[in-house]
Nanobody
Framework: QVQLVESGGGLVQAGGSLRLSCAAS????????MAWFRQAPGTEREFVGS????????YYADSVKGRFTISRDNARNTVYLQMNSLKPEDTAVYYC???????????WGQGTQVTVSS
């Protein structure tokens, strides 16, 4: 059973940075795709970015491109989301997801709150 545990959320001022972590366990993730999503109150869940566990360039939503970076630590089975130049509109609950291919995610974390004040 795959388990994903996010951490690193919090309150930050606009222009600041946060790094979210997603610790994964329960299977071998070599062929999996990891992704980050977010959901603000009253809105639908939004794709933020994804990366193959085995390597290759991550893919980002236009809204975060150039500000957010996904990285992996294979030894720790952990995926990170480095968020820079944060804006109030980045405020949301951020979720980590995993799945066998891009767009097909069958495991989700519990989410971590990110609040950006203006």
């Amino acid at each position: 059973q795959v388990q994903l545990v996010e951490s690193g959320g919090g309150l930050v001022q606009a222009g600041g940075s946060l790094r979210l972590s997603c610790a994964a366990s329960g299977r071998t993730f070599g062929s999996y795709t990891m992704a980050w999503f977010r959901q603000a109150p009253g809105t639908e869940r939004e794709f933020v970015g994804s990366a193959r566990w085995s390597g290759g360039s991550p893919y980002y939503a236009d809204s975060v491109k150039g500000r957010f970076t996904i990285s992996r630590d294979n030894a720790r089975n952990t995926v990170y989301l480095q968020m820079n130049s944060l804006k109030p509109e980045d405020t949301a609950v951020y979720y980590c997801a995993a799945g066998p291919r891009i767009g097909q995610y069958d495991s989700w974390g519990q989410g971590t709150q990110v609040t950006v004040s203006s």
